[in-house]
């Protein structure tokens, strides 16, 4: 038995296999794309969202720990992982018994990496990871020859990546290149093929097409999402892009109110006038982010409508005054489109003082993915 839905996200499966295709395009012809997918796909549901990936042209797949691996290997196995963020040492018995690539920034992970898969007789394929500038993980590019000989010369592994991260690649131009320069250098100086080199998040696809090299790992766009910034994103990429997740709910109360009634949590809000007030079935607890209060607006009908007052954990208030006609049950939209309206994952980390990634990531695990397209399941 299922219940009708009070606060739930539509993923587009059409729209995101056109978004990977036109990503696919843009890394031009023999090269591969590894999707990442953290983060729940970035709110849009890990296993449903790898298993459809599979079917529409992904090659490997990037995570942040191995619980999400785990979550690809149970829609499907064959597929490469790479984890992007590190292994903890009770971690790599783990990493190397499900297959999954680990990012090695250091000797002493090589070396625990390669005494672990020796004992376990098995071999796994690394990727070395180079700090040009992010700061979180990598060698230095001057570290960067010595670890791989090093690499080379351990038993049980594999040295068949190598890669960086852009910081800023949507806002700062010489940074970025000064990145993109140190990495093409360092890899000038290391005497190694590897089979995949990469470079390029979402950000560099959009700005740094010289960096593509023969991997790229797209991860918001994907999702049809563009990385706010200051540099300006080809219009081409812009008109291709759809977003493929739209969030909704429902209205469960609708009353009037008299000029001067507080509203919500800490009396923020008190009514200026008279006014028509719906109760809507989203809140904090439902991912919406409670910062966004006091900008924050819905689509309803064919109004664009305030939220007024805090954000508390399972409901919101809106001003539905120019709408006579609501009525219990109706639609609201959080993010989406409808009628001349649009309301994007960009405009409500804005109002909520946050980016993007943050928005979508943070819708919980009560939301119901609901998943649209030919393809859904």
Known sequence: MSYPQRCWAEIDLIALRNNLAWLRHRIGSGNQILTVVKADAYGHGLKQIAAFLMQSG?????????????DIRAVGRGWPILMLGACL????????????????????????????AKKMKRNIRVHLKIDTGMGRLGCT?????????????????????????YASAEDKVAFSKRQRMT?????????HEFEFTHANNSAALLHEPKSIYNLARPGLL??????????????????????????????????????GTPLSYGQKY?????????????GYGDGYLASAHGQAKVIIGDKLCNILGRITMDQMLADVSRLPS????????????????????????QWAGTIPWETL???????????????AA
């Open 58 to 70: 992904t090659n490997i797949f990037g995570v942040a720990n191995l619980n999400e691996a785990r």
């Open 89 to 116: 040492p009770d971690e790599m018995e783990y990493a190397i018994k499900d297959n999954v690539m680990p990012t090695i920034s250091s000797p002493a992970e090589a070396k625990r990496f390669s005494k672990i």
């Open 141 to 165: 590019p001057g570290q960067a020859g010595a670890l791989v000989e090093a690499i080379k010369q351990l038993p049980n592994l594999s040295l068949n990546g190598i890669y960086t991260h």
């Open 183 to 191: 990495f093409a250098k360092t890899l000038k100086s290391i005497n």
């Open 222 to 259: 994907v999702y049809g999402v563009m990385p706010p910034g200051k540099r300006t994103p080809p219009e081409l990429i812009r008109k291709h892009l759809q977003p493929a997740l739209s969030w909704k709910c429902r209205v469960s109360f609708v009353k009037n109110i008299a000029k």
């Open 270 to 282: 008190v009514s200026p006038k008279k006014m028509r007030v719906a109760t809507l079935c989203a």
């Open 326 to 349: 609501i009525k219990i049950g109706d639609e609201a939209i959080l993010i989406g489109h409808k009628h001349n309206h649009c309301i994007t994952a960009h405009q409500v980390a």
């Open 361 to 375: 990531a943070a819708i919980s695990h009560r939301v119901p993915r609901l998943y649209r397209g030919t393809q």
